[in-house]
């Protein structure tokens, strides 16, 4: 069974900016393209980004102001978030695009 663990999520003000880390194994890593999600209460499951070995994608409101990167020696995604809004409170998935392997969530939450 796959792995992808996140972190990093937690309580930001608006305007602030959050990182959040997704490591999973290494033949997970290198074999498929990874991707951010997002789930708001209430809604369906969204993509947010996500990044091949030689591209990234960003779905309209993420442009400009997330950021995803892979670094390859920690078999690690990130998501740089910054300028976050309260419509950005979600709970955010890790996801090997393509296939059945999802990791447990972590919860971002924008308020003042």
């Known amino acids: 069974q796959a792995q992808l663990v996140e972190s990093g999520g937690g309580l930001v003000q608006p305007g602030g900016s959050l990182r959040l880390s997704c490591v999973t194994s290494r033949d997970i890593f290198s074999t498929y393209a990874m991707g951010w999600y997002r789930q708001a209460p209430g809604k369906q499951r969204e993509l947010v980004a996500f990044?091949?070995?030689?591209?990234?994608h960003y779905v309209d409101f993420a442009e400009g102001r997330f950021t995803i990167s892979r670094e390859n020696a920690k078999n690690t995604v990130y998501l740089q978030m910054n300028s976050l809004k309260p419509e950005d409170t979600a709970v955010y998935y890790c996801h090997a695009v393509g296939t059945a392997f999802w990791g447990q969530g972590t919860q971002v939450t924008v308020s003042s």
């Open positions: 990044t091949t070995d030689s591209s990234t």
